[in-house]
């Protein structure tokens, strides 16, 4: 059974970054895609960025061009640097091992990271 653990947050004053790395127990070449989800206080938990087995990557509009999600997994591990962060940002960051791409409710979930970005 794949394990997640999350690390690299932390707090950030506006148009600062951060890099955010999720570390997987086991062989993450089997799942289809994994992904970077964020929750703030009282939102709805929504994916900021994911990942294909074939590289290709989609990103949410807000974050598109500021943050980049990479995936290792000879290291079973997967990355976001996030640049240019807003306030917007601040938000727990989940790493997701989703079994079936899109579909949260069929994802391995890793603790979370806290971002918190200030002004």
């Known amino acids: 059974q794949v394990q997640l653990v999350e690390s690299g947050g932390g707090s950030v004053q506006v148009g600062g970054s951060l890099r955010l790395s999720c570390v997987a127990s086991?062989?993450?070449?089997?799942?289809?895609?994994m992904a970077w989800y964020r929750q703030a206080p009282g939102k709805e938990r929504r994916v900021a960025a994911r990942?294909?087995?074939?590289?290709?990557?989609i990103y949410t509009d807000t974050v598109r061009g500021r943050f980049t999600i990479s995936r290792d997994v000879a290291k079973n591990a997967l990355y976001l640097q996030a640049n240019s962060l807003t306030r917007g940002d601040t938000a727990m960051y989940y790493c997701?091992?989703?079994?079936?791409?899109?579909?949260?409710?069929?994802?391995?979930w890793g603790q979370g990271t806290q971002v918190t970005v200030s002004s």
């Open positions: 086991g062989d993450i070449q089997h799942i289809p895609c």
């Open positions: 997701a091992a989703e079994r079936i791409c899109g579909k949260p409710d069929y994802a391995i």
């Open positions: 990942v294909y087995e074939s590289g290709s990557t």
